[in-house]
T-cell receptor, first 112, second 117 residues
Framework: DAKTTQPTSMDCAEGRAANLPCNHS???????VYWYRQIHSQGPQYIIH???NNETNEMASLIITEDRKSSTLILPHATLRDTAVYYC?????????????FGKGITLSVRP | GAVVSQHPSWVICKSGTSVKIECRSL??????MFWYRQFPKQSLMLMAT?????????EQGVEKDKFLINHASLTLSTLTVTSAHPEDSSFYIC?????????????FGPGTRLLVL
C-alpha cells in the first residue's frame, strides 16, 4: 500500500475549523483515502473515506485534490473532544480482507 | 452502528503466564478480524489477520507460536499471549471487517491494556 505523510502536530481554537493535511503522492488508482482518529487510550474511530470525489458526513469533510496526491480532512467546528491523533491511510481496496496500515498520524490539539 | 467489543479491557499478569483476549462483533458478522498492538507513544502495528475457519496470517516479525489466534465463529476472535513477559506489555486492539460491506469502515474495539509484571 502507498504511504502517507502528515505533519506531526497542529492545534486550533475551539469552534474554528481544523484542516488536517495529508500527502499520498504514490497513491494508486484503486486506493482509497481513509481517515481514522484515536482519542487517548481508546481504539481508533472511523471518520470518513473517499476515492476521488469530495466526501462529507456528520463528522467531517474530505477534500481530495484532482491528482489525488493529497487530501485534507476538515472538522468544521472543532471541539475539545476532537483532540486526538488523526491517521490518514490509503487502502488498496475495500474488500473485507484489506488491512489498514497506520503511520504516525497527526496530533490535533483543540484549545479553549 | 457496527460495534466491536473486547474483553478484558485491562489485565495484569505475572511473567510466564498466558493471557487470552477476546474480540467480538456485537451486531454483525465478520469473516475477517485484525489484531494490532500499540506501545506507548507509538502507532498501531498490525500483528495478524484472522480469518474465520482458517489459520491466521501473521505479519513479519510476529511469532505465531507466541501470539495464538483463534477465529472460530463469525463474531469471535481470540488472541492468546503465551508465556507473557514484561516486553509484551502493550495495548492490544482488534478490528473487524463487516461481511458484505466491503469493509469500508472496519470498526475497532476499545482495546485491551496488558501489563506483565
Amino acid at each position: 500500500d502507498a504511504k502517507t505523510t502528515q505533519p506531526t502536530s497542529m492545534d486550533c481554537a475551539e469552534g474554528r475549523a481544523a484542516n488536517l493535511p495529508c500527502n499520498h503522492s504514490t497513491i494508486s488508482g484503486n486506493e482509497y483515502v481513509y481517515w481514522y482518529r484515536q482519542i487517548h487510550s481508546q481504539g481508533p474511530q472511523y471518520i470518513i473515506h473517499g476515492l476521488k470525489n469530495n466526501e462529507t458526513n456528520e463528522m467531517a469533510s474530505l477534500i481530495i485534490t484532482e491528482d489525488r496526491k493529497s487530501s485534507t480532512l476538515i472538522l468544521p467546528h472543532a471541539t475539545l473532544r476532537d483532540t486526538a491523533v488523526y491517521y490518514c491511510i490509503v487502502r488498496a481496496h475495500t474488500g473485507a480482507n484489506s488491512k489498514l496500515t497506520f503511520g504516525k498520524g497527526i496530533t490535533l490539539s483543540v484549545r479553549p | 452502528g457496527a460495534v466491536v467489543s473486547q474483553h478484558p479491557s485491562w489485565v495484569i499478569c505475572k511473567s510466564g503466564t498466558s493471557v487470552k483476549i477476546e474480540c467480538r462483533s456485537l451486531d454483525f458478522q465478520a469473516t475477517t478480524m485484525f489484531w494490532y498492538r500499540q506501545f506507548p507513544k507509538q502507532s498501531l502495528m498490525l500483528m495478524a489477520t484472522s480469518n474465520e475457519g482458517s489459520k491466521a496470517t501473521y505479519e513479519q516479525g510476529v511469532e505465531k507460536d507466541k501470539f495464538l489466534i483463534n477465529h472460530a465463529s463469525l463474531t469471535l476472535s481470540t488472541l492468546t499471549v503465551t508465556s507473557a513477559h514484561p516486553e509484551d506489555s502493550s495495548f492490544y486492539i482488534c478490528s473487524a471487517s463487516l461481511l458484505g460491506s466491503g469493509g469500508q469502515d472496519s470498526p475497532f474495539g476499545p482495546g485491551t491494556r496488558l501489563l506483565v509484571l
